[in-house]
C-alpha cells in the first residue's frame, strides 16, 4: 500500500497527538507533533532570556539549536541540541508564552521547512494547527478535531494531574479559551479548517472511537485513490 500523509489539526487538547499516535503506530508510520517544535523554541526562548517578541533572536535560537525527535516504547522524546526536553515543554510557562512565539512568520518559515522535509516522502501522520494548509496541502488524508472546552479543560486537567503539573480547572478553561483566541486570529498561518479536511467533533467519544473513526476515513480514500 502506498504511504500517505495524514494531516490533523485542531485548537488545544482536542486530543490530535493521542489520536495521531496512535494511528502513526498502527499504520507504522511516524508520529510529528509540530506544537513540540513551537514549544521547544519557547522553551529555549524562555532559557536564553530571550523576549517572545524579538523575532529575530527567536529565529536565532532555532538556528543554533536544532530540535529531534526520537520515537521510543514509550513515546516520542524531544531534544533541542542533544538536551531532551519532553517534560519541560509541557511546563505552564512554556504553554503560555507558546501562542506569542509561533505567531512570528520568521519562526513558522524555519520549523515549517523542517517539517516539509520529515514528510517529502509519505508514511508521516502530523499534528498541529496548519498542517492541512499551510505545511502539507498536498496531504491525501486531512483532519480536523475538535471538542468542546468543558471537555478539553477536563482532558488538560487530568493530563496535568498524571504528570503531576498543578492546575486550577478554570484557569486552564480560561487558558485553552486564550489559546484557541490567539492561535484562530494570528495573521500567519492560524488554526483553521482546509477546504477539504473532514471535521471529527470527539466530544464524548472515547479515543479509541475516534482512532476508528478516522481509519475508516483513511480507508475509504486509499479504495478511492486506488
Ligand atoms: O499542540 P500544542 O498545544 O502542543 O501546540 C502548542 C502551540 O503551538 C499552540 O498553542 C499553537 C502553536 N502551534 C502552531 O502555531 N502551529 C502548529 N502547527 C502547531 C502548534
Excluded: C
Amino acid at each position: 500500500m502506498k504511504k500517505i500523509n495524514i494531516a490533523i489539526d485542531g485548537p488545544a487538547s482536542s486530543g490530535k497527538s493521542t489520536v495521531a499516535k496512535i494511528l502513526a503506530k498502527n499504520y507504522g508510520y511516524i508520529y510529528t507533533d509540530t506544537g513540540a517544535m513551537y514549544r521547544s523554541v519557547t522553551y529555549l526562548a524562555i532559557q536564553h532570556q530571550v523576549a517572545f517578541s524579538d523575532e529575530s533572536s527567536l529565529v536565532d535560537l532555532i538556528e543554533r539549536y536544532p530540535i529531534s525527535f526520537e520515537q521510543t516504547t514509550d513515546g516520542q522524546k524531544v531534544f533541542v541540541d542533544g538536551q531532551e526536553v519532553t517534560e519541560a515543554i509541557r511546563q505552564n510557562d512554556v504553554t503560555n508564552g507558546v501562542s506569542e512565539v509561533s505567531a512570528w512568520s520568521g519562526v513558522r518559515e524555519k520549523l515549517v521547512d523542517v517539517q516539509k522535509k520529515i514528510a517529502q516522502n509519505g508514511g508521516v501522520v502530523m499534528d498541529g494547527r496548519d498542517i492541512g494548509t499551510a505545511v502539507l496541502p498536498n496531504a491525501e488524508v486531512k483532519i480536523f478535531l475538535v471538542a468542546s472546552v468543558i471537555e478539553r479543560a477536563e482532558r488538560r486537567f487530568k493530563e496535568n494531574q498524571a504528570a503531576g503539573i498543578e492546575t486550577d480547572f478554570e484557569t486552564l478553561k480560561k487558558e485553552i479559551e486564550q489559546r484557541d483566541h490567539l492561535d484562530s486570529t494570528r495573521e500567519v498561518s492560524p488554526l483553521k479548517q482546509a477546504e477539504d479536511a473532514i471535521l471529527v467533533d470527539t466530544t464524548g467519544l472515547s479515543i479509541i472511537e475516534v482512532v476508528q473513526h478516522i481509519e475508516k476515513i483513511v480507508a475509504d480514500k486509499q479504495v478511492l485513490s486506488k
